[in-house]
């Protein structure tokens, strides 16, 4: 019988809301399941984690790609042979387009029970987090810092815009417009970077991505190529780039054509270690959606870690 964690604060709390609906889309596919609601931050983590240590087998995330980061999280920590299903019900959407799970929930439940068992390379960040300890924390999708951050935290803090009303852009949307604004103001961040076995280097970047699939930021398809089997990372840099060309190649990083401008370098590796330029810059970083702490990281990926079930 799958356990369900779901994230009733999940789509601007749309998720609580339909719940019953979506409750009862899950029973016409899967009979019989258990449900545990999260409460707060890392809540999914450990509903997770100590779920796959009793032996639950499927352990299904309704939320967001934060949402799924934690259950996934939960089950890499476990150490035990469980799966993980998505069920979408978040605001950015980014790891189901790289999966291809429909976002409609029905379709999504019929997806979960006909679908097929594949396991995934994830990766790895090590990062200080506010308190100034150096913690770890799996990504399955893409972690960065730079603009993208910057989005994020506008994002959560329900600021596409200071004067528009708060339920004036939800979703991809609210992606597009804070990131039109956060462009509005950029600066580049400065850091230095060691990717694989290369030298360490300085580098000046509007966002540095470390992609193991292929979107971010509510549907931009930052890392066309990034595959979840291949074993390595997809790096890309956004170079100093001015505002105005951003803006004018915004719809470039959604079709993913954004890696044939000059001011953009992509590569691939295992490892990349990146930390300020300035040691007392306060850097954030991002992680599958959510901004848990700062630079200096040192990011890997772990091959096949993670079973998960996908649409036939």
């Known amino acids: 019988m799958p356990l369900v964690i779901v994230n009733p604060r999940s789509a601007g709390g749309k998720t609580g809301d339909s719940w019953p609906g979506i409750a009862s889309d899950l029973r016409v596919h899967f009979g019989p399941f258990n449900v545990a609601f999260t409460k707060g931050e890392g809540d999914g983590i450990e509903l997770a984690k100590s779920a796959a240590e009793a032996g639950r087998k499927f352990i299904i995330a309704c939320g967001g790609d934060g949402t799924i980061n934690e259950v996934a999280n939960g089950i890499l920590l476990s150490g035990a042979d469980a799966e993980l299903g998505v069920l979408p019900s978040g605001t950015g959407g980014d790891f189901r387009r790289s999966i291809g799970m429909p976002d409609e929930h029905r379709e999504a439940a019929r997806a979960l029970k006909n679908g097929q068992t594949r396991s995934i390379d994830v990766g790895k960040v090590t990062f200080q987090?506010?308190?100034?300890?150096?913690?770890?924390?799996?990504?399955?999708?893409?972690?960065?810092?730079?603009?993208?951050?910057?989005?994020?935290?506008?994002?959560?803090t329900n600021k596409p815009f200071d004067w528009l009303p708060v339920d004036v852009v939800r979703g991809p949307a609210s992606f597009a417009v804070s990131t039109l604004q956060e462009v509005i103001g950029l600066d580049t961040t400065k850091v230095r970077v060691k990717i694989g076995d290369r030298e360490?280097?300085?580098?000046?970047?509007?966002?540095?991505?470390?992609?193991?699939?292929?979107?971010?930021?509510?549907?931009?398809?930052?890392?066309?190529?990034?595959?979840?089997t291949d074993g390595s990372f997809d790096v890309v840099n956004i170079g100093d780039m001015k505002s105005a060309k951003i803006i004018f190649n915004v719809y470039a990083l959604y079709r993913g054509t954004h890696l044939t401008l000059p001011e953009v370098k992509a590569t691939r590796a295992k490892r990349i270690e990146a930390k300020p330029l300035n040691p007392d810059e306060k850097i954030m970083i991002e992680v599958d959606g959510e901004l848990p702490g700062m630079l200096p990281a040192v990011f890997e990926i772990v091959p096949m870690a993670l079973k998960l079930r996908t649409a036939a």
């Not at 150096?134 to 506008?154: E, K, P």
């Open 129 to 156: 987090n506010f308190e100034g300890q150096t913690v770890g924390r799996y990504f399955l999708n893409i972690s960065s810092f730079g603009l993208a951050a910057s989005i994020i935290q506008r994002v959560k």
């Open 200 to 228: 360490e280097r300085s580098l000046t970047t509007v966002n540095f991505c470390v992609a193991n699939a292929r979107y971010f930021g509510g549907g931009m398809m930052i890392a066309p190529k990034a595959k979840l």
